[in-house]
T-cell receptor, first 114, second 109 residues
Framework: NAGVTQTPKFQVLKTGQSMTLQCAQD?????MSWYRQDPGMGLRLIHY???????DQGEVPNGYNVSRSTTEDFPLRLLSAAPSQTSVYFC?????????????FGPGTRLTVT | KNEVEQSPQNLTAQEGEFITINCSYS?????LHWLQQHPGGGIVSLFM???GKKKHGRLIATINIQEKHSSLHITASHPRDSAVYIC???????????FGQGTRLTINP
């Protein structure tokens, strides 16, 4: 299994540009999520999905869209990038059922918005 | 106040020292995770626990549910243990994790 994969690893955008961060997992996990990590702060949840066709907002959803058309893929879209979205983005997945699970993280995407 | 607080924020020690990182939380939880993030950025899960103690190699994690506190210990620390250690809790009835700010550990040879 490849686990959780993310592309690209690095990206530089100009303010106002749009882009999609890709995330895929091959473990048949129902639950997938996107986090951002900023200096001095813990990981913050942007959006999450409990299964194909179901998405919901996390703690910091503004400026981001997601969709979940398949179990495997959970792309994160920035519609109009802003410098405040400069961050490291992590995608994660896990099984949904049960209270005891392991969270798997992708390698991260380092995004800079100028 | 954050729901999950870690201490210390930064820790520097000499190789071989016994390391303790603390995590306190203010909400009811169903599970607590300890994660490790290496300088390259990748995050891996070290432990998940809801009671008692777990051990894996030189790493030991404990949790006291009544006191809402968990500790991560590293015995015989090594420079390769240098990383950011993150505590995260799954609140009762919720699907989401709440993360601490992380503890940056540096082990000098």
């Amino acid at each position: 299994n490849a686990g959780v994969t993310q592309t690209p690893k690095f990206q530089v955008l100009k303010t106002g540009q749009s882009m999609t961060l890709q995330c895929a997992q091959d473990m048949n996990h129902e639950y997938m999520s996107w986090y951002r990590q900023d200096p001095g702060m813990g990981l913050r949840l942007i959006h999450y999905s409990v299964g194909a066709g179901i998405t919901d907002q996390g703690e910091v959803p503004n400026g981001y869209n997601v969709s979940r058309s398949t179990t495997e893929d959970f792309p994160l879209r920035l519609l109009s990038a802003a410098p405040s979205q400069t961050s490291v983005y992590f995608c994660a997945s896990r099984v949904t059922s049960g209270s005891f699970y392991e969270q798997y993280f992708g390698p991260g995407t380092r995004l800079t918005v100028t | 106040k954050n729901e999950v607080e870690q201490s210390p924020q930064n820790l520097t020690a000499q190789e071989g020292e016994f390391i303790t990182i603390n995590c306190s939380y203010s909400v009811g939880i169903s599970a607590l995770h300890w994660l490790q993030q290496h300088p390259g950025g990748g995050i891996v899960s070290l432990f998940m626990l809801s009671s008692g103690k777990k051990k894996h190699g030189r790493l030991i994690a404990t949790i006291n549910i009544q006191e809402k506190h968990s500790s991560l210990h590293i015995t015989a620390s090594h420079p390769r243990d240098s990383a950011v250690y993150i505590c995260a809790v799954r609140t009762q009835g919720a699907q989401k994790l709440v993360f601490g700010q992380g503890t940056r550990l540096t082990i000098n040879p």
